[in-house]
C-alpha cells in the first residue's frame, strides 16, 4: 500500500493553498532578549547603588572591585585622601576640610569582673 | 568612603536558647601570634566543636603559611620575587589580595599593603627618610584580574612588594568563623584581631588589653544578639586593636607605615580599639585611626559607621566614640 503525505490529496479534493508565510521570529526574539537583558542590568545597579550605606560620602577614585566574579578587573592605584593639618598648615588646594564633629567621651575603667576568654590585643603581644 | 562589609550576610537566626549553650575553647598558634577557637554549642555536641575548633585551627594556620611574608618559598614572597610583571595567584592569596585592594580603597588609601620597603626599613630600625618614599601613586599601582575560576593573574609595577601583615589576621578571622556556621555562635581570635558570632540569647565578652602592662583590662566590650540591644539584633561582629606599642623598633620606629609618608606613622594614638561588622574592617579602621592620630581618627572612624572605638592616647586618657559606650561592661 502506498500512502500518500496528505489526506486531502488523497481523497482528490482541491489542492491545500501553500501556507501563508510567516515573519521569521527570530530577530523580534533577539530584541526582546536583548531588551530584558537591558532591563535586568538597569535594575541590578539600581538595587547595588541603593545597597551603599549613607556613610559613604568620600567618593572614590577607582571603582570598587567586583567580589569575585568570572573577569572581573581589581583596579588598585593608591591615592591618600586625608591629610592631618598641625597647628598653622594649610590644606592642600582643591581639599576640602571637615572639621572634627566628634566630641569623644572618656572610658571609665570597668567594673571588676572575671577576664573574658578572648582579650583584643595589638598583634605580637608576648 | 565605602564601608567595609563582613565577607558575607548575616546566617539566618537560630532559636537556641541560651541555657542549652556551652563555650568550648581550643588554643593554638599561627601567624606568629595567638589562635583562639571559640564554639558556642548546644551541651551534647562539646567533643563535636572540639574537634571542629582543632580543624579550623588548622586551616588558619595553612592559610597563614600562604600569606605570610616571614617565609621566603610562601606564595607571598614568591609573589614578590617574581620579575614578570604579570603573575598568576592561587585562590586564597587572590582574595586576601583582593581584600588588600578593598581595605586600600575604603580606607582612602591609608591601608596599603605594597609598603613592605617601608615597613622592613622601620624593623631595621632606620626608616626610609621622607623623601625617600614613593610619592607618586603610578609606581604602586597594580591589577588583579580575575578570568575563569583559579586563573587569577596580577599585575604589579616593577619592584612592588606585598605585606598582608597589616590585613591579613582580621581577614583570616572571618574567613575561619564561617567556617563554623553550623554552630549558633563562635569566635574566632587571630592574634588580637577577633571574628564573633553571636547566637541568639548567647552573650561573648571581648576585653580590650591595656598596653601599659597593667594587669587591667583597658575595658570589656559585650556583644549579645538582642534586637532591643545596642547591636539592633546583629549577630556578626569584628573587634580589632592595631598600635604602637608592642612593634616598636627604635625611639621613632614602630611598624604601623604612614602611606603619605612611607615612615613610621607619627600619631599620638598608641592603640586604637574598632567595633566594626567584621574582623577584616575592625582591623582596617583601627590602622587607619592610629596613623591619622586622635582628633582626625576619631573623626574617621565616626563617618566611617563603625559600631564603637577606643583609642588610647600618648598622654594617657582612654577616649571613645560616644556610641561606644552601649557596648561597653
Redesign the interface.
Known sequence: MVRTASPAAASGNRAIPSPRRRPDPRPMRLAFAASGAAALSALLALIGSAA??A????P?A?P??AA?????????????????LAPGQLPPTGATR?P????????????P?P???????????P | ???LTAHRPEPAATSVPTTTLT?T?HEARA????L?I?VAHPAGDADAAARDARLVAGRVRAWSRILTRHDPTSPLMRLNADPRATVPVRPTLA?A??WA??A??ST???V?A?RLAERLAAESGTPQPAASSRAT??D??????????RNTTITRAPGTSFDL?GVG?GWLADRALHLLDRYPGA?V?A????AVRVAPGDT??????D?RGTA??????VLTAEPDGPGRGRRTWG?????T???RFGPEAHHLID??TGRPAATDVV?A?VLASSAAAAEAYAKSAVI?????G???L????VAGA??LLEDG??????R??AF??
Open positions: 551603599l550605606p556613610t559613604a560620602a568620600v572614590t577607582t570598587a572591585p569575585g566574579g568570572a573577569n572581573d578587573v581589581a583596579q588598585v592605584r593608591h591615592i591618600v585622601r586625608y591629610v592631618t571637615t572634627s564633629t566628634v566630641v569623644a567621651a572618656p572610658v571609665a575603667t570597668p567594673k569582673r577576664r573574658p576568654a578572648v582579650v583584643t590585643s595589638q598583634s605580637g603581644r | 568612603m565605602a564601608a563555650h575553647q601567624m606568629g601570634g595567638r583562639g571559640h582574595a589580595l583582593r585592594a578593598d586600600g580603597e582612602g588609601g591609608l596599603d605594597t601613586v603610578a604602586v599601582a597594580w591589577r588583579l584580574d580575575a578570568g575563569k575560576p601583615d589576621k569566635v581570635d592574634d588580637g584581631d577577633v561573648w565578652e571581648i576585653g580590650v588589653e598596653p587591667d583590662l583597658l575595658a570589656v566590650i573587634v580589632a586593636t592595631s598600635g606599642s608592642v612593634h602611606p603619605r592603640q580599639t591619622l592620630g586622635s582628633a582626625a576619631l573623626d574617621f565616626d563617618r566611617a559607621g577606643i583609642l586618657r582612654a577616649l571613645a566614640l560616644p561606644t559606650s561597653l561592661a
